[in-house]
């Protein structure tokens, strides 16, 4: 930020230089942004679940993945098309990977327990990390990143500390998660679903919708980037991981852990409140995710508000997948100067006036934003992230 | 700043022990009470990968001679890593599901179907409120994990970090924190070269039965 030190040697910055996701609004961050923007939901009724007792619910699913005659997962077929619209610069193949889901693969053990075929032994998330790598041709080391909700921008958090540490100079991160009748059955036996389609911030808000989704961030060291010619789509400039210790489903009621990981991603930043222009919030549309982490950002911003909005009520709670999603979703807004507006909002909550709003809010390109994720355990995090052009030359 | 294993504790099939103290027993119901400082509520009710990983936790805990719930503004928090991560829970869950007609799916069961579910159990119960994270590499290895958590201690994110690898039926967890500091009154029990192999598998002591 403008006059304020930086510790950091410049050439461990760590740049994102290439992107794209699948949501349910399609394929690519623009299609993603165009329909949030516009306040349009993709939230639908999703054909596989329609032997469910919550097929009528609306969720945030990718249309054109399905094949009965494939036997791979839902979240390699996302994955896989990714990997077929790229062009250009091949990753290095020694590239890190981190591979971040809640889930994984899990529509495999759901075929091999009602019958369907192939073995519930070999589900694992080592096999899905084995076949990530083989797809992407990767011969560095690579790992499963995964908590909760949290896991991707929990890995963007990893992948940049490594880069800043002289760990890696090239990290890859890919997270994906399915809707599946495993994921939806378990937050239907919560109560945490709710039938008429998520509405973050929303004064009758009544549940999250799931979704689901894939994406990449590739990610490089600033000498690095320099040294091949990449130029950058935005960095992580800090990152925060905090625990509530409170409950396995349940946030702490007054955000805050929350609060805690907010404030060591700004701290990592080194960055304070004054410099956040927007915040890409969690807002995953139950009760008491939406009033903590209302709690946790008035703790932190004090009095000030700035405008802040969730993607959930468009896409859906794409779970392991949603920070990255996020992310990729803030660098954008930055791009335009305007927060996004909340999706399915029709009555704020009194507690979000202020901070959410039903159309796009203009804010100060030149500030960074804050991506906040939050997952059962209690597990909460938070990103700073600033457009390429944002921190002056330090020396 | 070197970073060293101020307790190792572990659990495995009707095993349990620590490596600092070179404790090995017969891992019995009121042994496991015994093992935690405070009751466990709920206990009985965790699934098998997080009682042994919460076990694991507290003797390591009391290996390096440290109570909990820690002193404030100690930040301790805790990395996982492990074979086939909540696959047990996975099964139990979905096949529960299945055999009730896929009506409805039992809350207390789906909860633990996450592979940071058992880190999630330990930290609530030990007052984590450090980082919660499973970051496991192929095969399971805690290479990355321990990086990871080495990586968070030098930062200063937190204080200490609980390093745990979770296997079938077994559980090892090393309390890690910055040589020096004050978190442990005692030695370590074994520098961070050795962590990764101890923790990994391979048994850190005979055990003999009582």
Redesign the interface.
Known sequence: MPGRGDMRPLDRRAFIVECDMVTAYGWGVEACWEGIRAGRTALRPCPRLK???FKDFPMGHVEDIEDPARCDSHVMRMIGGLWERRSGAAFPSESRLLLAT??GE?DL??RA??GEGGA??E????GF??RVRSLLGLSG????????CASSA?ALG?AA??IR?G?AECVLVVAADAVT??AA??F???MALDPAGARPFDSARAGLSAGEGAAYAFLMSAACARRMGRASLGEVKGF??????????GPARDGN?LA?AIE?ALL?AGATTDDIGSVSAHGTGTPYNDSMELKALSRVFGGRKVPAYSAKGGLGHTMGAAGLIEALLALRSMDAGETPPTVNLSAIDPEARGWVSMEPVRFDPAKAVLSTNS?????NAALVLERPEMGPERR | MRIAAYGIGWAEGDAMGALGRGLSIRRTPEAERDSFQHPFKNYSRLDGASRDAALASALALADAGVSYPFDSGIVA??AGAG???S?SS??E???D??DNG??????NL??Y?????P???A??H???????????????EP??AL??AD?TL??G?AHAMLLAHIGRGRAACALLAPEGSSFSARAPAAGIEQVEITLSGRRPGPWEPR
Not at chain 1, 123 to 126: A, G, P, Y
Not at chain 2, 102 to 107: E, Q, S, T, V
Not at chain 2, 113 to 117: D, G, K, M, V, Y
Not at chain 2, 126 to 138: E, I, T, V
């Open positions: 032997r469910t007792e809640a889930k899990i053990l759901e327990l009602r519930a032994s589900c694992t998330l080592e990390l084995a080391r690579g790992a499963i990143v995964s908590s909760a929990a990893v500390a490594m540490d760990e009748e495993f059955s378990g239907h036996s919560l925060g991981l905090c625990a509530d210790a409170n409950h396995m489903t852990g805690r060591a990592a997952g059962f355990g209690g597990v | 928090g805790m074979p086939a991560a696959l996975d099964i869950y979905f096949m599901y299945l896929r009506i409805l799916g039992r809350a789906f909860i179907t996450l592979p940071t579910s880190l999630a159990e930290s609530i030990f007052g984590l409120l450090g980082p919660c994270l499973y970051l496991s590499d192929a095969e399971g290479g990355s990086a990871y990586r030098r930062s994110a």
